[in-house]
């Protein structure tokens, strides 16, 4: 089971920290990523992480201001989200790639993810 949280509104600009926790399983032997749905709009990927934790993959639309990281002995992966924009507003959700390999974190689709988390609202104002 995943559980997102740490979403909320923010002004541009601003920043915030999303987690994603996991009660047991294959979470910390899986590859992890985060993405995100707009109304109106398909969901789309922000960022994942291998399950080594050493790797590392980004949308272009938020690289170099967002940045994904996990602790496996929490069983918690980390979105941390900078210099925030009206276009970031949305529903972010957690995945679980459990067949993914050691240092691999290009998994950009949502068919390559197996358990979702529920979700939790992102709303920047501007």
């Known amino acids: 089971q995943l559980q997102a949280s740490g979403g909320g509104l923010v002004q541009a600009g601003g920043s915030l920290r999303l987690s994603c926790a996991a009660s047991?399983?294959?979470?910390?032997?899986?590859?992890i990523g985060w993405f995100r749905q707009a109304p109106g709009k398909e969901r789309e990927f922000v960022a994942a992480?291998?399950?080594?934790?050493?790797?590392?993959s980004y949308a272009n639309s938020v690289k170099g201001r967002f940045t994904i990281s996990r602790d496996n002995a929490k069983n918690t992966v980390y979105l941390q989200m900078n210099s925030l924009k009206p276009e970031d507003t949305a529903v972010y959700y957690c995945a679980v790639n459990p067949n993914s390999g050691y240092r691999s974190s290009t998994h950009y689709y949502t068919y390559e993810y197996a358990y979702w988390g529920q979700g939790t609202q992102v709303t920047v104002s501007s």
């Open positions: 992480i291998s399950w080594s934790g050493d790797t590392t």
């Open positions: 047991e399983g294959t979470f910390s032997r899986s590859a």
